[in-house]
């Protein structure tokens, strides 16, 4: 049997070559800039903080993913209830999304940790309970806000996630004769986050956005080591710079992997 | 107990014991940076969508450059480099027009600092409406003569407006909230007015909650107002879904 004769693939419009003129004039004029950059300003102070920095990227991170998983596990029940009732968990629920959504983050955040700290010192019993090390610190806070936060925004995105998976694959689950919970876990969730999957990378990237904000109630974050570099050296641009391009390599890096995460699912052509 | 509740939310009174009129100074300051950085935004916005969709290959890499950039870094981040960069290089041209040392003021800087980053992303809302808008009519207005700006006031942005609507509410909700980041740098809006007073009275819990309220009700009364304008400017469209 003779091989059928390929069909040729979709080729999409061609992408503008990065080798246009106007381009390449643009990128000599970055490449000087860059250079400027890195030579009339001063980088003598990074390998002095170079551990710091690493390790304030991998807080940066671990409040990061920490957060979002522990969020989502929220944001899942918080949408379901919006669809399925009890009326009341569902009014609940639908309350704590519009207070969260409806207010900055660093406000509830220093709520938290200005309030509630300020409150749980007050009392005895929680000054000599075992948790007591713990809420002394500032991370707790920080990933308590951004942990609510996040079940907040991404509670609505699954209450429109799981009231958008067609009746029909619900109704063939029942007719299959599957239980209430096995249909939500087999059909019902993955078909849910399936549907979010994009809106929840995007999401994730706005909590990365988010993550600084941590730093303003003193747990050392990337934002909070570049704070102290700014206090210690007195410069203004230079960290900040080093800061954002921080920022942009771990945004640039989380759409990639979530890239390839969406490709490797397998999802019908649109 | 009731006595001792009473003192509590005397802390809130308008007058000077009270700090409520120092925290409604601060949700005006907020309001007024809100709805400066959203309306600057907003032209940058109209600019960019503009210069994206019809520009030549220059403005389109340049504006593209400027909305990768601006949401690939944290807002806080972005914020602080623009509030020292904008600022100096403001100082200095002035000191260059022989101004002297002059002080720039906070709210103007705020507002410039939320308009560069609203920008960038109204920018993407309003080119996606832009061209939902059906080529059609604006070859239509075209073939009657009009000129681009024209085109432009009359046919593209009014019909684009009830495919932005949703995108540019949402963009406001993020500016009242993007206000209070500007805590952080020094600017005297509800946030950060809300912490002294919090710090100097140890009510921390009254003052935040209370701070709470504010911006809750501000979103309210947004979405209230969102929703009436999302109707007057579908009027006369089929009702989709």
Redesign the interface.
Known sequence: MSEPAAIPAYVPPKARSLFEPHRLVLMAIFAVMIFCIAWFMRWDWIPQYSGKLVSGIGETLLMLFATTIVGFFFAVPIGLVQVTGPKPLAWLSLVFCTVIRGTPLLLQLWLLYYGLGSLFAQYPEIRQSFLWPYLRQAWPYGFAALTISFAAYEGEVMRGAFAGVPRGELEAAQAFGMSRFKMFWRIWLPRAVHRALPTLNGETVLQLKSTPLIATITVVDVFGVISRVRQDTYLTYEPLLLLALIYLCLTGLLILGFRTLENRIPSRGA | MAAASQSVFDLLAYDAPGWGGVMLGGFYMSLKLAFGGYFLGLAIGIGGACGKLYGG??IR??MEIYTT?IR???????M??LY??GT?ALSQLLALMGYGAVDINALMAGIFVIGAVQGAYSTEVLRGAIKAVPVGQIEAARAYGMSPLMVLRRVTLPAMLPHAIPGLANLW?IA??????L??IGLSEL?LV??QA??ST?A??LF??A??AL??A???VSNVVIRLIEKRARRGLVRTA
């Open positions: 290959p220059l890499d340049l950039l690939a870094v944290p807002d806080l981040v972005l602080l480099l020292y960069a100096d909700m009242t909230k993007d206000t209070a980041l805590a952080v946030t809300t912490r919090a710090g140890k921390y819990m935040f909650l701070a709470g911006y809750l501000l979103t309210l």
